[in-house]
């Protein structure tokens, strides 16, 4: 079992900045990925940011590129999102998740734990 909690999110003006936690528990095995996906009201999830835990790969999605970065802290087994100039398309919320295969990271569905996530709204 794998449980995973995110913070951080809130209300912020456009331009401005966030940073984002996802704390693990449990039995992490293997070369596992954590991945950052969002959803806003009446769309699908959406794939934000991976990180191959072990080998340290990153991927992201195109809309956040340059504005999103990824760190960890190995020890509390903690993933971290810096967002910054952030946009009201950004205004979703934000969850992350466990895959056990480390490899197609665009995928919801390939992901088999899920955080409760945290609320990010960007004012215009």
């Known amino acids: 079992q794998v449980q995973l909690v995110e913070s951080g999110g809130g209300l912020v003006q456009a331009g401005g900045s966030l940073r984002l936690s996802c704390a693990g528990a449990g039995q992490f095995q293997g070369n596992y990925a954590v991945g950052w996906f969002r959803q806003a009201p009446g769309k699908e999830r959406e794939f934000v940011a991976a990180?191959?835990?072990?080998?340290?790969?990153?991927l992201y999605a195109d809309s956040v590129k340059g504005r999103f970065t990824m760190s960890r802290d190995n020890a509390r087994r903690t993933l971290f999102l810096q967002m910054i100039d952030l946009k009201p398309e950004d205004t979703a919320v934000y969850y992350c998740?466990?895959?056990?295969?480390?490899?197609?990271?665009?995928?919801?569905?390939?992901?088999?734990?899920w955080g409760q996530g945290t609320q990010v709204t960007v004012s215009s």
């Open positions: 990180i191959s835990w072990i080998g340290g790969r990153t």
């Open positions: 998740a466990h895959k056990a295969v480390n490899n197609d990271y665009y995928a919801a569905a390939d992901y088999d734990y």
